[in-house]
């Protein structure tokens, strides 16, 4: 959907010079995986290490958006479809502005992760699938929210009474059940380096 009588404003400050003010290209980092496998952990973890690195970079968290932007929805398919839109958008404001972003949300369905590519343009976003057993997730479960899951008190809760389609071909696949998260990191480190992103 557009707002009508709606133009596009042209900045004269453009993406490649704030990337070059920044010393790095922007980038989204979206982690995807069930509830507890350590995708926030692991997405405020990759932002430290770039923090002391110089970098500019700012970290969506699931629970966090739901506060403010997303507060007015649910836990349905529907309403997680409209979160992740909206954060796509969101992160492409982010991109525009040269930080690199870091999306940390369980987005359990292959159509909508394949809708934010499109949003966000593919070349953009590094999808990160933090593959944990969900036994582990639920050993983690610090909120308690899977216990309230199994007893239906909580519905819709991905995992127990809703999917989880595990991606096909991540960027990178990284075994967050068992792997130390130090490891976890430099494995993304190394791949921003690779790509450019970050040149030190």
């Known amino acids: 959907m557009h707002s ?76 997680r479809s409209e979160n992740m839109r909206r954060i796509a958008e969101m992160v492409n404001l982010f991109l525009d502005s040269g930080v690199i972003s870091l999306t940390a949300f369980i987005s359990p369905l292959k159509a909508d992760r394949e809708r934010v590519k499109e949003i966000i343009g593919a070349e953009n976003l590094i999808e990160v699938y933090c593959n944990c057993p969900l036994e582990i997730c639920e050993e983690r479960d610090v909120k308690g929210l899977y216990k309230k899951a199994r007893t239906g008190e909580i519905k819709n809760y991905t995992g127990i009474s809703s999917p989880y389609e595990v991606p096909e071909n991540p960027d990178i696949e990284l075994d967050t059940g068992t792997r130390p998260l130090r490891d976890c990191v430099n494995d993304i480190i190394a791949e921003l380096r690779e790509r450019g992103i970050i040149l030190h």
């Not at 009588?5 to 010079?17: D, K, L």
């Not at 926030?40 to 699931?62: I, K, N, Q």
């Open 4 to 79: 009508p009588h709606v133009i596009r404003q042209r900045a004269a400050v453009s993406r490649p010079r704030r990337e070059t003010l920044n010393g790095h290209m922007s980038i989204n980092l979206w982690f995807t995986g069930l509830s507890g496998s350590g995708k926030s952990t692991l997405a405020h973890a990759v932002e430290e290490r770039l923090h002391l690195m110089g970098c500019r970079t700012y970290v969506f968290d699931g629970d966090n958006v739901r506060h403010g932007l997303c507060g007015d929805l649910g836990f349905s398919l529907e309403d």
